[in-house]
């Protein structure tokens, strides 16, 4: 928010200026580290637009997996694809100056690094949804995961099996207990993925030439 340094005293916090406040608890002088986010909609929004509700992008249907309000006070709603699939993320190794917190922007740098966009066969595939789609970031992915399972980050949460029929009632695939891509590189050879099976967000060393599943994301500025 705007309001750096600004103590709030007690332990309810509400506000009427949308936007998203991040909070640092202070106990006997220490202040945690860790920063909670709390995120300030416009109501009339919040009751326009739905997580977990099937949403048609440009003739293709996904679910709305978040609606975030960035820095600058703009909020976005977005959207997950019905589908997946299994592809390399790219067919050599080279860096590609993935490293941003946003699907479209790592993304474009990705199919536009010089190379031919077919040696970038998952970040092809959500591309091929329409314009606006994505491989999602990181940061995208834990929002993803975080719907999914109802933020206990655990494949065997009950809301998992509930979005993963209300998925297939709508023609998709379910979420697989298993590794998937961000578009988030880390070096030359290796890409974040997100675990979709525990609390671990960059595991393993996945190098770029192997086969791992990909949901293609979009979002929309909401005026």
């Not at 992008?57 to 309000?69: F, H, R």
């Not at 591309?127 to 940061?139: A, D, I, N």
Request: hydrophobic share 30%; glycine share 8%; charged share 25%.
């Amino acid at each position: 928010s705007n309001h750096e340094g600004v103590t709030v005293e007690g332990n309810t916090f509400s506000s009427t200026t949308v936007g998203s406040y991040s909070f640092r608890a202070r106990y006997d002088g220490q202040t945690t580290g860790t920063a909670v986010s709390i995120d300030v909609y416009d109501p009339e929004l919040v009751g326009k637009y739905e997580i977990g509700a099937i949403h048609e992008v440009n003739g293709v249907k996904g679910v709305i997996y978040a609606i975030k309000t960035d820095r600058h006070g703009d909020t976005y709603v977005y959207v997950m694809s019905l589908d997946e699939e299994d592809l390399q993320w790219s067919t050599e190794k080279v860096w590609c100056n993935c490293c941003s917190e946003y699907g479209h922007w790592n993304t474009e740098d990705m199919l536009r690094n010089g190379t031919s966009p077919e040696k970038y066969p998952a970040a092809q595939w959500c591309v091929s949804h329409g314009e606006g789609w994505c491989m999602p970031s990181s940061k995208e992915l834990q929002w993803m995961w975080d719907m999914l399972t109802d933020g206990a980050r655990d494949f065997n949460a009950p809301s998992v099996a509930k979005y993963n029929a209300f998925i297939e009632e709508n023609g998709g695939e379910p979420f697989c207990q298993t590794y998937y891509w961000s578009s988030n590189e880390t070096n030359e050879d290796l890409v974040e993925v997100i675990a979709f099976m525990d609390d671990s967000v960059v595991c393993l060393d996945p190098q770029k030439d192997e086969c791992y599943t990909v949901r293609a994301s979009y979002r929309f500025k909401v005026e």
